[in-house]
């Protein structure tokens, strides 16, 4: 009778062995499913977060494109510029030397020559200062447009940081679930040989060691 109410306690010892691996087991199942959700809640973010790099990338080189375009446009619009200024000036040389000969002045003589002369100096020095002006506007924009290239460069490899470290945080995190998973299968197989042992020591006086 003793041994038939031993062995009673020891079927619902086991039993309730069971339920507690059986609960360790679905806790480490549970651990490994929401490290991987976590995981891959980390690839979601990290992939979001190449996106806005790349969109950003995107944006400063269409920048840049507009700024070569710019420094283009300041060459050819300086060189429109200095070639009405010396049609210009050429006229204004034209009108000198009417006025010289309408007051009966020899245009090629004297005075009349080192007035038209210094025109011409005059003249020649600011269209040359308005092709130095183009090539300095020019390279302001050409400096920009470098400028914006290295910054698209800088957030492409930024998103490829952010990509790299997810991948890097998900796969950790999957490790972590997969070892409470694994940790937690041992701990349940553990316990249903710590009851059995129980078991086979009330019914048959087995005693390890």
Known sequence: MAMATATVIGLVGLAGTAVSAYGQYKAGKAAKKGADAAAREQERAARAGK???EANAGLADYNAQIAELQSEDA???GFEAESRFRT???????AQRAAFAGGNIDVSFGSAVD???????LGEMDALQIRTNAARESWGFKVQAEDYRRRGDIMRREGDNIVAAGSYGAESTRQ???AASTAANFGAAGSLLGGTASLLQMR?????G
């Not at 210009?88 to 034209?94: H, K, L, M, P, T």
């Not at 007035?115 to 011409?120: E, G, K, N, T």
């Not at 048959?204 to 390890?208: E, R, T």
């Open 75 to 77: 060459v050819d619009r």
């Open 176 to 178: 972590q679930g997969r």
């Open 51 to 53: 996106q806005v790099s």
């Open 115 to 121: 007035v038209q002369a210094d025109a011409a100096f």
């Open 204 to 208: 048959y006086g087995f005693k390890n």
């Open 88 to 94: 210009q000036v050429r006229g204004a040389i034209g």
